[in-house]
């Protein structure tokens, strides 16, 4: 057990609290296993009809995994960074395939493991703190937890996007995106969360839906209506090359903004991610855990730019990375290469 994710019996529903504040709940191997432990009984539970997650304090729903850890793991050379994804992925299987609503009320913070413990649920109920993200490039890493799986079933090249630059969007424009299904104010997420506890709550998610539109607003206006156009036109390139040769004949500045904030990410990461998505786009979601787990592994036995990431962002904090020199072709496709039988992911 651990005090980091607070998990109870609320009514008709499965309530799940991520309870680290300090650390924007940022996701630990103890808090994956005691949601897989509890998804895992649910699922089977007739009396629990949703499943209803959030996160402690008002900045963060949950800001990503503790990268720190993994870095460590990997000059280490031990499994912890292994073990850790494999049951991250695994979580994030079950909620992809859980058969009752999974409602995460993402206001907050919501970023890399953020993103995989709640897009892949059948309801994620943004609020005006939204900030949702994947920001792996800026460290090294890849769009992990499902990435490569929901990023490429986005409307046009949104997810190629996201995936490359880590866009960060805010409510609106998640709610644009299809990333958040439902907006509901800050000021009443209180009330929704009592209400999803104390009434009737059907499995088929009808007085859900009901709950949502009565506690629901006005999300605002999207900024991708004026961006989409040239979202599309440069990253539908094949390569990220290519990408940034759109990007700056377009001359705009937007996509001057986007090529800058391109050519700050790690060039191995960038062609890793194309890759990832470019393939994701045509597996099942099973197969791109899978994938994902090869990739991550790889992250820390290949070149150094993942330790570079987490020094520049997390330790040393001058967000002044310096990357290696982009990965060749062979390179890249060795990333995607089977683990060992002992290594490559099994499920719940």
Known sequence: MTDDVIIRRAGDVGRITLNRPKALNALNQDMVEAMIAALTEWRD????????????GEKGFCAGGDIKVLADSGRA????????????????TLIK?????YIALIDGVTMGGGVGISVHGSHRVAGDRTLFAMPETGIGFHPDVGGAFFLPRLAGELGMWMGLTGARLKTADSIAAGVATHYVPSERMDELIDA???????????????????????????????????????????????????????????STKQAATLRK???????????????????????VMAQDLRVSIRCLAEGSDFYEGVRAVV??????????AAASDAQIEAY???LDADHEMTFV
Do not use: M, Q
Request: proline letters at 4%; aromatic letters at 8%.
């Open 45 to 56: 539970d007739d009396a629990v009809a949703a499943v209803v997650v959030d996160g402690e």
């Open 77 to 92: 050379g031990d499994d912890r960074a292994w073990r850790f994804w494999r049951d991250e992925y695994r979580l994030n």
């Open 97 to 101: 395939e859980f058969s009752k609503p």
């Open 196 to 254: 999803l506890e104390t009434d009737r709550i059907d499995p088929e998610g009808e007085r859900i839906e009901a709950l949502l539109e009565g506690f629901g607003g006005d999300a605002g206006s999207s900024d991708l209506a004026h961006t989409r156009g040239l979202i599309d036109a440069a990253f539908s390139g094949e390569t990220v090359e290519t990408i940034l040769e759109r990007l700056d004949e377009a001359g705009d500045a937007w």
């Open 265 to 287: 990410k790690s060039p191995t990461s960038c062609r890793i991610t194309l890759e990832a998505l470019r393939r994701g786009a045509d597996l099942d979601f099973r197969e």
């Open 315 to 324: 330790v040393d904090k001058d967000n002044e990375p310096h990357w290696g």
């Open 336 to 338: 995607f290469a089977p």
